[in-house]
């Protein structure tokens, strides 16, 4: 088993639920090992369990939460929930939620399939295909920029919420044009299902953008606050 350092950014965290959306890595960039991961390194719907801290789940300690792998084009995302209702699970998530940006992240896996070659003139391993077992907070982490930079729970900030709904609704942006990419490929549009989806992001950033070209009130602030929390809560997967 070999650990890769996360750049995870935690989108959206209820405090009620224990879930959390992270950007766990970045594709095609070399990092502290000398590795460049690949798209399509991660397996696109697998899950994997949140390891007790510093993979402490390795050497027996139970895990923390789990939750599922999502690929865009330039990222691995991971969207899981912390089991509240186990003491350990629920002190990993207050960890991390007071932790924030000092907090950073790795993942234990299985190489699959690598080669060897040049990147930007450095020798590097290329990783493309991974076996992921878990993801995991830690100290220090081995990869570049890993960091926490955002929870959501009751009493989060009007602006951090807004930072939240951009990174999620970005990641899911890229999800799109991918998919999109693929299926024009193939000669085919979109799933009726995934295009009621994509219509409802739509029209929810419009009316967004309705309300902030309004001239301001009371009732349109309450208004726009009210989208916001809409567009936090809403499913971006």
Same mark, same amino acid.
């Given at each position: 088993?070999?650990?890769?350092?996360?750049?995870?950014?935690?989108?959206?965290?209820?405090?009620?639920?224990?879930?959390?959306?992270?950007?766990?890595?970045?594709?095609?960039?070399?990092?502290?090992?000398?590795?460049?991961?690949?798209?399509?390194?991660?397996?696109?719907?697998?899950?994997?369990?949140?390891?007790?801290?510093?993979?402490?789940?390795?050497?027996?300690?139970?895990?923390?939460?789990k939750g599922?792998?999502?690929?865009? %084009?330039?990222?691995?995302?991971?969207?899981?929930?912390?089991?509240?209702?186990?003491?350990?699970?629920?002190?990993?998530?207050?960890?991390?939620?007071?932790?924030?940006?000092?907090?950073?992240?790795?993942?234990? $896996?299985?190489?699959?399939?690598?080669?060897?070659?040049?990147?930007?003139?450095?020798?590097?391993?290329?990783?493309?295909?991974?076996?992921v077992h878990?993801?995991?907070?830690?100290?220090?982490?081995?990869?570049?920029?890993?960091?926490?930079?955002?929870? %959501?729970?009751?009493?989060?900030?009007?602006?951090?919420?807004?930072?939240?709904?951009?990174?999620?609704?970005?990641? $899911?942006?890229?999800?799109?044009?991918?998919?999109?990419? %693929?299926?024009?490929?193939?000669?085919?549009?979109?799933?009726?299902?995934?295009?009621?989806?994509?219509?409802?992001?739509?029209?929810?950033?419009?009316?967004?953008?309705?309300?902030?070209?309004?001239?301001?009130?009371?009732?349109?602030?309450?208004?726009?606050?009210?989208?916001?929390?809409?567009?936090?809560?809403?499913?971006?997967?």
């Amino acid at each position: 088993m070999d650990t890769k350092s996360l750049r995870v950014e935690l989108k959206d965290a209820d405090e009620d639920k224990g879930e959390v959306t992270a950007v766990f890595s970045t594709l095609d960039v070399e990092d502290k090992h000398g590795d460049v991961t690949l798209k399509g390194a991660f397996e696109d719907g697998a899950e994997v369990l949140i390891s007790a801290y510093q993979h402490e789940s390795w050497m027996g300690s139970l895990p923390v939460g789990k939750g599922v792998i999502r690929e865009t %084009k330039t990222e691995a995302v991971f969207n899981g929930k912390f089991w509240l209702d186990t003491q350990t699970g629920a002190d990993h998530f207050r960890a991390v939620k007071h932790a924030g940006d000092l907090m950073e992240w790795s993942y234990g $896996y299985d190489v699959v399939k690598a080669s060897f070659g040049e990147h930007e003139d450095r020798s590097v391993r290329f990783l493309e295909k991974l076996k992921v077992h878990e993801v995991s907070p830690v100290l220090i982490g081995a990869g570049v920029n890993t960091r926490t930079l955002a929870t %959501k729970s009751a009493g989060m900030k009007f602006t951090d919420e807004g930072l939240a709904v951009v990174a999620a609704v970005e990641s $899911y942006i890229d999800r799109a044009a991918d998919v999109m990419a %693929k299926r024009q490929e193939k000669g085919k549009a979109l799933g009726a299902e995934s295009t009621e989806v994509t219509e409802r992001v739509h029209a929810a950033l419009k009316r967004l953008a309705e309300l902030l070209d309004a001239e301001p009130t009371p009732e349109n602030e309450a208004d726009i606050a009210r989208e916001i929390a809409r567009l936090a809560a809403f499913e971006l997967g």
